[in-house]
């Protein structure tokens, strides 16, 4: 949970409410539990810029700055099922995945007519799925194989498509 640029926990039912993160000089955003369900990752502007940070759940222990490359805002970071990867977008209308083993980040594609949107991991993460307008500004969805590397355009650009999920 984020308020104020602020980082906490809360448990879903009864419990404290734990402060992972805060400091009047910085703002924290956009924070999802990893798959572990024991780490946090958030965007942060504690190096000067937006740039995603590990923070543990239970607010000990120093933070992990993650990225350290950006140029321009930050958007989202969907972590993966298994953990492997981190989704997320940027102001430049780039969409990015960041290997979270590996720590480096590749961009996988720029759009030419507006941002990325609608993340979504399939349940053995080696498929990416998200919305991308296209040349008419529709919205069409588009998959990526994350082993291949290969984009597909899976919906046409004759209506527009969002929202996409993943049976089980």
Do not use: C
Request: charged residues 25%.
């Amino acid at each position: 949970f984020t308020a104020r640029g602020e980082l906490f926990t809360l448990p879903a039912k009864t419990g404290r409410v734990i402060k992972v993160a805060g400091d009047s000089s910085v703002r924290y955003r956009e924070a999802r539990f990893l798959p572990d369900g024991k780490s946090i990752v958030a965007l942060s502007t504690q190096s000067g810029e937006t740039e995603f940070w590990k923070f543990a759940a239970n607010g000990e222990g120093a933070p992990e700055q993650w990225t350290s490359d950006a140029k321009v805002l930050r958007w989202e970071g969907i972590p993966s099922p298994d953990g492997h990867w981190l989704a997320h977008r940027d102001k430049d209308q780039q969409l990015w995945i960041f290997d979270i083993k590996a720590k480096t980040d590749k961009r996988i594609a720029q759009s030419m007519n507006g941002d990325y949107s609608d993340l979504s991991w399939s349940g053995d993460s080696r498929w990416l799925a998200y919305v991308e307008s296209a040349n008419n500004l529709f919205a069409q969805i588009e998959i990526l194989n994350i082993e291949t590397g290969v984009t597909q355009t899976i919906t046409s650009d004759r209506y527009n498509s969002i929202n996409p999920a993943w049976s089980s």
